[in-house]
């Protein structure tokens, strides 16, 4: 059962995300082969405050 994790900053739709788990899928099982039945997404979302990236908040780095 192959796991495909996503962290990403908050903010994305359920239809974003349903798009983002589908294609994953997709593009796993025509890589990899398998079934897209047996592919599983774990998306956490994270708070641009709780992310730092280059020695800087994302939130500083990247406002809204």
Not at 30 to 50: E, H, L, P, R
Request: glycine share 10%; charged share 25%.
């Amino acid at each position: 059962m192959p796991i495909i994790r996503v962290e990403m900053f908050s903010g994305r739709s359920t239809e974003q995300k349903r798009a983002l788990v589908r294609d994953l899928t997709d593009a796993f099982v025509g890589a990899a082969g398998g079934t897209a039945q047996s592919v599983q997404v774990v998306i956490t979302d994270v708070n641009k405050s709780d992310w730092g990236t280059g020695g800087q908040l994302a939130a500083d780095k990247f406002p809204d």
